[in-house]
């Protein structure tokens, strides 16, 4: 299973942040896993954003959930994480990842997508 | 959310030598806890589940044990490409939580 973030590494405050995660090698619509958004700002650590199942339901961490959409096009093989009425705070790595649907720890990750926050 | 502790957030070792990173648990997990080795520029990669089940083709240099609150990651015999950061992570709540990392540095 390979994973690849997608989408603009630059977003000006108060807009939308949008990434995109294609997915090759597995379904989208493997109903055993899950397909999550993990991100790192600079220098620091991990954070889990959310994620999303094949029935389409998600889990969308509470620090984050008013702001945060996640939604899956199972013909394109992909899912796209939203956040909008981003901040500088929201500036860092963005990984995709996946694993099995019951833990939520990934067994799989893209590379990143770097997203800066500009004012 | 629980909050996973490390220690320590660094340490300087030798190649060849054995090190051990902790982490705590805010409350019982279990044994949800799973370990990720991040490289510079890289993404984490998934180490041990289920707080001491190796991951398919991880060596056996490392290991983990532990269960409720207090874990243990072991690696023997470093070799220069076990430098790296590592990371606790708890899934037995929502949502998932790290530890803020291990920075493991060549003496």
């Known amino acids: 299973l390979q994973l690849q973030e997608s989408g603009p590494g630059l977003v000006k405050s108060s807009e939308t942040l949008s990434l995109t995660c294609t997915v090759s090698?597995?379904?989208?619509?493997?109903?055993?896993?899950?397909w999550g958004w993990i991100r790192q700002p600079p220098g620091k650590g991990l954070e889990w954003v959310g994620n999303?199942?094949?029935?389409?339901?998600?889990y969308y961490t509470p620090s984050l959930k008013s702001r945060l959409t996640i939604v899956a096009d199972t013909s394109k093989n992909q899912f796209t994480l939203k956040l909008n009425s981003v901040t500088a705070a929201d500036t860092g790595v963005y990984y995709c990842?996946?694993?099995?649907?019951?833990?939520?720890?990934?067994?799989?990750w893209g590379q990143g997508a770097l997203v800066t926050v500009s004012s | 959310d629980i909050q996973m502790t490390q220690s320590p957030s660094s340490l300087s070792a030798s190649v060849g030598d054995r090190v051990t990173i902790t982490c705590r648990a805010s409350?019982?997990?279990?044994?949800?806890l799973a370990w990720f080795q991040q490289k510079p520029g890289k993404a984490p990669k998934s180490l041990i589940y289920?707080?001491?089940s190796l991951q398919n083709g991880v060596p056996s240099k490392f290991s983990g044990s532990g269960s409720g609150t207090d874990f243990t990651l072991t690696i023997t015999n470093l070799q220069p490409e076990d430098f790296a950061i590592y990371y606790c992570?708890?899934?037995?709540?929502?949502?998932?939580?790290f530890g803020q990392g291990t920075k493991l540095e060549i003496k």
């Open positions: 990842a996946s694993g099995w649907f019951a833990e939520l720890y990934p067994d799989y």
């Open positions: 090698g597995g379904s989208l619509t493997r109903n055993n896993l899950f």
């Open positions: 999303i199942y094949y029935s389409g339901s998600t």
């Open positions: 409350r019982g997990i279990g044994n949800s």
């Open positions: 289920a707080a001491s």
């Open positions: 992570q708890q899934y037995r709540n929502n949502p998932p939580t």
